[in-house]
């Protein structure tokens, strides 16, 4: 069975700038690929190619495809792109608190996508809002529907805007950073709530964070980017026990664990490269303990790592 998304060698540009390179991936029904990275390494680019809206940030694919359920998005028309998303791809936005229109109730925001995407009249569009409402475990959907966007508080948003996202039945959605603005509580509803929709309904969740802590809760398969190539990609559970990648082994060394000693939460030096400024060889070489003269002189290929992959010279190296 072929995968619902699939990105092959996938490169961005913006103008002349080269943001992505090389980037493959693939989702299959059912899965939850995590993709993670510090900010700027390219996760929100790559979803944002994924849904084909680089035009809306003068981007573009320059080189690779993206094909979603078989069909190239590059050989779609706009319209056909248009009525994917919304339709069989959702899309969770990072921040709950500016993805509403402040001046529409929220019953009718939800609305407006099974009304657009699933043909459903003003009677039927509204039940099907309260029926989601109230799968979401938000109390009193009839009323909350009637509310305006102020009146929430940021998990309820974030509920809302999910909400959105699975009025027009969805194969596949996308949730950007979803937790981000979040306080620890909600997040951890807000990931139960995703990781339920794919077993209960068996869609296919694509999961942007920054939060290994997050990943190792819900993902299936977990994709690392850095500085806008794949660093390395395979299941959770074999990767966070024997990272392959020295920037994984970072991510994973930044997470805390019960019983750590004070002082003892490692961070990673530096920061990521600007796109205007990303050094030659492997991209991570300069906050790398495992450099060496291949390292700064030539790029990793990605290579089969277990059942992954991974883009380093020196793969499983001690930490």
């Given at each position: 069975m072929s995968a619902l998304l699939d990105l092959d060698g996938v490169g961005v540009s913006i103008g002349r700038l080269a943001l992505l390179e090389g980037i493959s991936l693939t989702v299959e029904r059912g899965q939850v690929l995590g993709l993670v990275g510090e900010s700027g390494s390219g996760k929100s680019l790559t979803a944002m190619a994924a849904m084909?809206?680089?035009?809306?940030?003068?981007?573009?694919?320059?080189?690779?495809?993206?094909?979603?359920?078989?069909?190239?998005?590059?050989?779609?028309t706009e319209a056909q792109r248009r009525a994917l998303r919304g339709g069989r791809i959702g899309f969770v936005t990072q921040n709950p608190m500016t993805a509403l229109?402040?001046?529409?109730?929220?019953?009718?925001?939800?609305?407006?996508?099974?009304?657009?995407?699933?043909?459903?009249?003003?009677?039927?569009?509204r039940a099907r809002t309260l029926d989601l409402l109230t799968q979401l475990r938000i109390p009193e959907a009839a009323v909350v529907a009637e509310a305006w966007p102020h009146q929430l508080?940021?998990?309820?948003?974030q509920r809302i805007v999910i909400a959105m996202a699975l009025a027009g039945d969805p194969d596949l959605i996308i949730a950007d950073e979803p937790t981000t603005a979040l306080d620890v509580t909600v997040q951890a509803q807000i990931i139960q709530i995703l990781g339920n929709l794919v077993r209960e309904k068996g869609v296919a969740l694509l999961l942007i964070t920054h939060d290994m802590g997050v990943v190792a809760q819900v993902c299936d398969r977990v994709a690392v980017l850095y500085a806008g190539r794949l660093a390395e990609e395979g299941p959770v559970r074999p990767l966070f026990a024997a990272p392959a990648h020295p920037y994984t082994a970072a991510l994973i060394g930044c997470i805390p664990q019960d019983g750590m000693a004070k002082g003892s939460l490692t961070g990673i030096p530096g920061a990521v490269p600007s796109a205007r400024a990303f050094p030659p060889g492997?991209?991570?070489h300069p906050r790398c303990a495992r450099a060496s003269d291949l390292c700064r002189s030539a790029p990793p290929p990605i290579t089969p790592q277990g059942d992954g992959r991974v883009a380093c010279h020196h793969p499983g190296a001690a930490r």
């Open positions: 084909g809206l680089l035009p809306l940030i003068g981007g573009r694919v320059t080189q690779g495809s993206v094909r979603f359920d078989g069909q190239d998005m590059a050989a779609m229109d402040p001046v529409q109730r929220i019953g009718e925001q939800v609305d407006v996508v099974s009304r657009l995407h699933l043909g459903l009249d003003r009677k039927a569009a508080s940021g998990g309820m948003k492997c991209r991570f």
